[in-house]
């Protein structure tokens, strides 16, 4: 099955840059969504198709995809933007489709 | 704005059976595949089950085949997971989301607040 492997966190300054990655296999070639996850709240769309961004969602969030690797990347870090972030994409390539979810990378604003 | 309320979630033992719903309201919940989606506590994000607009397809994670069914009523706005079987494993939040588009490698760009199902004896 497609695997989704993310870095458990990543540590930014306010005022900075928080880059996370997304690595699979040949993922450039799928559409990448990545989500927010507060503590005890619902996962909130941040960036979908690669790149795109839902409304409402700041223009400090975007994303890119090539390769093997995507990355969500916040730009000028907030408090507010501490949180896990996921990325997720379709695998239609295995016998069983589904979702995959990444595993999850905790950003900490220090 | 569009809103998915989840319910049913509670204590079970193991090999137990319980029925989650989620309730759609304000937006055409007949044209949009929905999709259940757990998380374990502490754990990251674990996708379950989807299934079409008009229900003729359905896909799961291996882990649940043959024990969870997912389902819809779209009369009542509803989305349902019949989970039999259950295992210890299978304690988590489980989240209904909204896929936002046709297309099979659509986001889930709304989500309930979710509900927690525990196994446990």
């Known amino acids: 099955s497609y695997v989704l492997t993310q870095p458990p966190s990543v540590s930014v300054a306010p005022g900075q840059t928080a880059r996370i990655t997304c690595g699979g296999n040949n993922i450039g070639s799928k559409s990448v969504h990545w989500y927010q996850q507060k503590p005890g709240q619902a996962p909130v769309l941040v960036v979908y198709?690669?790149?795109d961004r839902p409304s409402g969602i700041p223009e400090r969030f975007s994303g890119s995809n090539s390769g093997n690797t995507a990355t969500l990347t916040i730009s000028r870090v907030e408090a507010g933007d501490e949180a896990d972030y996921y990325c997720q994409v379709w695998d239609s390539n295995s016998d069983h489709p589904g979702y995959v979810f990444g595993t999850g990378t905790k950003v900490t604003v220090l | 704005e569009v809103q998915l309320v989840e319910s049913g979630g509670g204590l079970v033992q193991p090999g137990g059976s319980l029925r989650l719903s989620c309730a759609a309201s304000r937006f055409t919940f007949s044209s949009y595949w929905m999709t259940w989606v757990r998380q374990a506590p502490g754990k990251g994000l674990e996708w379950v089950a989807n299934i079409k607009q008009d229900g003729s397809d359905k896909y799961y994670v291996d882990s649940v085949k043959g024990r969870f069914t997912i389902s819809r009523d779209n009369a009542k706005n509803a989305l349902y997971l019949q989970m039999n079987s259950l295992r210890v494993e299978d304690t988590a939040v489980y989240y209904c989301?909204?896929?936002?588009?046709?297309?099979?490698?659509?986001?889930?760009?709304?989500w309930g607040q979710g509900t927690l199902v525990t196994v446990s004896s």
């Open positions: 989301a909204r896929e936002g588009s046709s297309s099979s490698s659509a986001p889930l760009d709304y």
């Open positions: 198709a690669d790149s």
